[in-house]
């Protein structure tokens, strides 16, 4: 026997994407691109169960477009026989009236819409029982969440389906509804396996040399703390009572990146330029930014716009210094209002550390834009 289940969460079908710009219409393309090759790699890892941990939809209320996507790549997944069991998450939760799952009928074999994991679901997989748990968490219907989380006496394998806030900093506040747990509670659980929503970036939590669960990240980045390959989890157990084997598969359409590019020495926006296209690729999304002393002060906006035709999208941030350049060496030997002005603030520079230093390396740049 070999019971494979595959494990997607953070979809956000239907996200506006409207922090990329002018490419906010591209990216919803490929955020769409990456769900259908989720449902290729469930289809291609010949699994019998899929679990999807919430935030299937960016907002309770998506648009029909995505709703649509939707049923179709789940009807993809009823047809071959497999079996798609769902939980709201943060971003499409119950708690609201008007709630996508409330009307809409998709083909899930079971979307768990009580606030308890008090009714698990039982199938057989070739010959195995497996028993699913989920939960709609909602603090206002009852409390209990995780304590309601608990083995029944059926052989064979557990899983837990939950969208959930690991507080991975126990000082951090996270509130009653985001259902906090502590990474070493996971195990007490009595589970084969917990399969989490929330947290965008892969995370893979062992016990005793074990794997318990994992976060399995957004199938596609939404920002720049959601860099590097995104991927979708193939949970198999070879016999009930074994652990499982866990293998992140990759689903991306393309790649958020970024990079520090030294501008040091450069005499115009031109070699700025050069240096952005030399230090990143054109195959990724890349948040650059500029770092050194050169010696003009660099335009972001100007620097992204000349890049555009070349990149699907890119940010340029500037937190370069002026300090080391010719124009304010000149500016410091003068005896003017202007020349102190510069002098205080290059001697205040020298001393500043973190953020003073950044904001005292702003201050000379705006000192060069309004003095000349
Ligand atoms: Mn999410």
Redesign the pocket.
């Known amino acids: 026997m070999s019971v494979r289940l595959v494990h997607i969460a953070?979809v956000?079908l239907g996200a506006p994407l409207a922090n990329f710009g002018d490419y906010a219409r591209q990216r919803r393309s490929e955020q769409q691109e990456a769900f259908r090759r989720a449902v290729d790699a469930a289809l291609a890892a010949r699994a019998q169960v899929v679990v999807i941990a919430g935030?299937f939809f960016d907002t309770f209320r998506p648009e029909p477009a995505a709703v649509e996507l939707a049923r179709r790549e789940l009807g993809r997944l009823e047809e071959a026989g497999v079996k798609v069991f769902g939980v709201p998450?943060t971003?499409d939760s119950l708690g609201y009236a008007e709630c996508v799952y409330r009307h809409e009928s998709l083909p899930f074999h079971h979307f768990f819409d009580r606030p308890t994991f008090e009714d698990p679901v039982r199938l057989e997989v070739e010959g195995v029982p497996v028993t699913i748990y989920g939960i709609a968490y909602d603090p206002r219907r009852t409390g209990g969440g995780w304590k309601t989380l608990s083995r029944t006496g059926e052989e064979g394998i557990h899983v837990a389906v939950v969208h959930a806030a690991c507080r991975f900093n126990p000082e951090w506040p996270i509130a009653e509804e985001d259902l906090p747990f502590l990474e070493r509670e996971l195990s007490g659980f009595g589970m084969d396996y917990i399969a989490l929503?929330?947290y965008?970036n892969l995370r893979i939590f062992e016990a005793g040399g074990r794997v318990v669960g994992a976060y399995s990240g957004s199938l596609e980045g939404r920002d720049w703390t959601e860099r590097g390959p995104r991927h979708v989890l193939v949970v198999e157990w070879d016999e009930p009572g074994a652990a499982p084997t866990v293998r992140p598969v990759e689903v991306h359409s393309r790649l958020m990146d970024v990079r520090e590019v030294d501008v040091t020495g450069a005499a115009d926006e031109e070699e700025m330029i050069a240096a952005v296209e030399s230090a990143c690729d054109a195959e990724r999304l890349w948040k650059a930014t500029l770092v050194g002393e050169p010696e003009v002060i660099p335009r972001p906006r100007t620097i992204e716009a000349s890049l555009a035709s070349r990149y699907g999208h890119l940010r340029v941030e500037d937190r370069t210094s002026m300090v080391a350049s010719h124009v304010l060496e000149q500016r410091r030997e003068e005896e003017t209002v202007r020349g102190e002005f510069f002098r205080r603030l290059v001697d205040r520079r020298e001393t500043a550390e973190g953020r003073t230093a950044e904001v005292v390396d702003r201050a000379i740049k705006l000192g060069l834009r309004v003095f000349g």
């Open positions: 953070d956000h935030d998450g971003h929503g929330h965008h």
